[in-house]
């Protein structure tokens, strides 16, 4: 499968952006899907996950209650609705397919696919 992110941008802070990624392929539905971010310097970080279902979602601690994972599967698509942005948020976003079996719904290694990243940056 092959994602594709997009939907970064300039925001100043407390303001909203929507990350989109669309997946190629059939099987999109199938897959649970994370959003993971990485600021310079520093290690890829997970930000959210959604079942394939949509029937569950995860969050890092820092970003609940002001960012929503959702899905499309209808439309292959996954997004990441981001609010209340901080300057802490900017970070290059990537999303990623999970097709199962992996060791930790938070951890890099357990997803199989990754889209290209989209630049967020929060100015203060």
């Known amino acids: 499968v092959q994602l594709q992110a997009s939907g970064g941008g300039l925001v100043q802070a407390g303001g909203s952006l929507r990350l989109s990624c669309a997946a190629s392929g059939r099987t999109f539905s199938t897959y649970d899907m994370g959003w993971f971010r990485q600021a310079p310097g520093k290690e890829r970080e997970f930000v959210a996950r959604i079942s394939w279902s949509g029937g569950s979602t995860y969050y890092k601690e820092s970003v609940k209650g002001r960012f929503t994972i959702s899905r499309d599967n209808a439309k292959n698509t996954v997004y990441l609705q981001m609010s209340s942005l901080k300057p802490e948020d900017t970070a290059v976003y990537y999303c990623?397919?999970?097709?199962?079996?992996?060791?930790?719904?938070?951890?890099?290694?357990?997803?199989?696919?990754w889209g290209q990243g989209t630049q967020v940056t929060v100015s203060s």
């Open positions: 990623a397919a999970d097709r199962g079996g992996g060791s930790g719904y938070s951890l890099p290694g357990s997803y199989d696919y």
